[in-house]
């Protein structure tokens, strides 16, 4: 089962992909200034956008698999945190409240599918909450998937940008994104490899299917 959902994980970023950043290997071949040159706004924009779609899903998937395994007092401070949040106006604050929490509820699902009593807990939640787990899942090893594919093209594109004064111009309001994947990801991706391997031996388990395709975690369902 797990061979067959990162089987298809892989076809989906594949096909989006290839008409998404299918230049991109193109502008980075020959020397550094004419990759520069080539790179387009699409790639860029595609490598952005990617990456924060995989952000969203990762951080509706984490609270759903929080919510759903995690001890009370972690459910408490995630609800209460929340709705903090919620209230506040947009910001610069806000948005690093945002973060702090989505770190600490990452850490929290992590925890929860790890942990001795999690298959036993799935076991008793009703079908309807095995069913969000089941795609929260899913959704965390597509994320994976993702971050890993953007943190390679970022790699390429953060070089081929900064190698050309011109392109630099042209990227200045996209290239500090670009940095951030590429300095944010990698400890993420270790978070994320421990969070996979706990929620796949869960799933066997606890007797979860998993789905072979995305599903969409809504957390407003849950009050997030």
């Not at 209230?87 to 790890?114: I, Q, V, Y």
């Not at 089941?134 to 390679?152: G, H, P, R």
């Not at 790699?155 to 050309?164: E, G, M, P, T, Y």
Request: proline letters at 3%.
């Amino acid at each position: 089962m797990l061979k067959r959902v990162l089987i298809t994980s892989a076809l989906l970023i594949g096909t989006a992909n290839a008409g998404m950043l299918g230049g991109l290997g193109s502008a980075l071949s020959g020397s550094a200034s004419a990759a520069a040159a080539a790179v387009s706004a699409n790639d860029v924009s595609g490598v952005i956008s990617m990456f924060q779609s995989a952000e969203k899903s990762l951080n509706d998937s984490a609270k759903v698999i929080a919510m759903a395994l995690g001890d009370k007092k972690d459910i408490d401070f995630i609800e209460t945190e929340q709705k903090t949040i919620n209230s506040m106006p947009d910001g610069a604050e806000k948005d690093a409240r945002t973060k702090k929490l989505n770190e600490s509820t990452l850490a929290t699902a992590d925890k929860a599918s790890s942990s001795k009593d999690a298959a036993e807990k799935a076991k008793k939640l009703s079908s309807e909450q095995k069913k969000k787990v089941s795609a929260a899942t899913f959704n965390v090893l597509l994320a994976a998937f993702k971050d890993k594919v953007a943190l390679e093209q970022s790699k390429n594109l953060v070089s081929a940008i900064s190698s050309n004064p011109s392109a630099a111009m042209q990227f200045v309001g996209d290239l500090p994104k670009l940095k951030d994947i590429v300095t944010s990801v990698p400890n993420q991706l270790t978070t994320l490899g421990s969070l996979g391997s706990g929620l796949t031996t869960l799933a066997k388990n606890a007797d979860i299917s998993l789905p072979t395709t995305p599903i969409d975690v809504n957390t407003k369902q849950m009050g997030l």
